[in-house]
């Protein structure tokens, strides 16, 4: 993965939008993906991290029974990127991180008061732990979600962690600093 990876992190600055999260002292941002085998019954979840001309990834593989559906696994993905993004705390000081889901439906569900889906549920709650944690460990950190959206296409950085969590749900844990 590592030639793949310094391909798509060249691309990525070759590309003015996202130099731009590379190189940025203030914003830490942080690009999440799952990714679910359900019929081999193995899932992924994986952080790309751009701040300070720093790219780093993360990924893990989750120990999940079953497959509990995308939402559900987008959550934990994000849920990790909290966790990568508090161990990144501790060494660095961005005022702001923003962390990129594609999970289109990331917004409502944060919102929702009752849900079809008890995993949706769950994954929401503990979502909002994770990130109430964080929030209380670094109150001065502003922390936002969002949906990549259109951004999506072209973008290397997520491209990085989609293929990290993809490898992570067929091994171990991997991880390591650009």
Sequence with gaps: MDA???LLIKKALANPSL???IVNKGTMFLY????????RNIYGAACCTAYNRMVSVTAKK???????GSNYGEMQAIVFSLETLTEALLKLQ????VIYTD???ILRILAQDRFSHPHDEQGRNELLAALANLRR???EVDVQIKYIG???KNNYLHRIAHNAAREAAFTHVVGDNV
């Design 19 to 21: 130099r731009q999260h």
């Design 150 to 152: 259109k951004h999506k």
């Design 32 to 39: 999440c993906d799952y990714a679910g085998f359900a019929s």
């Design 4 to 6: 793949i990876k310094d």
């Design 137 to 139: 460990l670094f109150p």
């Design 103 to 105: 999970c289109s439906r």
């Design 62 to 68: 989750l120990q999940l029974e079953r497959d509990q």
């Design 94 to 97: 961005p005022k702001i991180a």
